[in-house]
């Protein structure tokens, strides 16, 4: 047997990335959870695969899922293939605001009577730097959340992101950045007893140029203390989300 499987969201894309350039001496293959369930990989690509891997690193799946699910694949493999969990990474907490299907993640933790004030003193609060988006209370309750995924894992980086708070860790809710990355590959790497090799080299944020990241806010510094300078288009990023999520509870 060779070769390494990654069966995980897009999260997967960034591991394989910063797997080989610390060396990892397999190939690797990923498939995207979601779009197999979707039917838009072929699963009998998975399967082959799952039967001639050495090591497969995964997110788990549930049963629900039935042939896609992680513990349906995990008994198509052959006895000694490596098997490495890590949980769903996901952080609301670190954007004033975020749109996904026309809901707004972590807006449930603004109390409603906020809500119910007039648009332009919203508005007005937010341009002063005054508004609370809550930020703390959320990013502690999706700390909670993740400890909780990755309690039956083998890859544990929710203590990990608590001691790197100040650095920028999160594009957007579920797009984490390359430091995250590299800890979940150094993780590995020590795991399965490989040498590493470290990364000497300035590492952009994206590096696995995951889309629709998010501008940084100077909000999440001062509720969260992540150090990071503004970008300059999130002061009317979030304007125009604030305004659509008010719209949204009229």
């Known amino acids: 047997m060779s070769g390494c499987v990654i069966y995980a969201n897009c999260q997967g894309d960034g591991l394989k990335l910063f797997l080989h350039k610390m060396g990892f001496p397999h190939e690797i293959v990923v498939f995207r959870n979601y779009q197999m369930i979707l039917g838009e990989q072929k699963f009998s690509d998975l399967e082959e695969a799952c039967e001639e891997c050495s090591v497969f690193i995964y997110q788990p799946t549930g049963d ?14 052959t006895i000694g293939t490596q098997l490495i969990s890590f949980a769903y990474l996901y952080n609301h907490g670190l954007h004033p605001i975020t749109e996904h299907g026309g809901k707004f993640p972590g807006s449930e933790f603004i109390p409603d009577k906020v809500w119910r004030q007039p648009l332009e003193t919203i508005l007005a609060q937010y341009d002063a730097g005054t508004f609370n988006f809550h930020l703390w209370e959320r990013y502690l309750f999706c700390l909670h959340e993740q400890a909780t995924r990755e309690a039956g894992c083998l890859l544990k980086v929710t ?92």
Request: net charge neutral; hydrophobic share 35%.
């Open 159 to 250: 203590k990990w992101l608590v001691e790197h708070r100040k650095t920028r860790l999160f594009l957007n809710v579920n797009h984490p950045t390359s430091e995250v990355f590299i800890e979940l590959a150094r993780q590995v790497t020590n795991m399965m007893g490989y040498p590493i090799t470290e990364l000497r080299n300035y590492v952009p944020e994206n590096a696995a140029n995951l889309p629709c990241s998010l501008p940084f806010s100077t909000y999440v510094t001062s509720e969260v203390g992540v150090d990071r300078k503004s970008d300059p288009e999130s002061e009317l990023f979030y304007r125009k989300l604030l305004e659509a999520c008010w719209i949204s509870y009229q």
């Open 64 to 77: 629900n899922h039935r042939e896609f699910s992680s513990g349906s694949l995990i008994k198509k493999m």
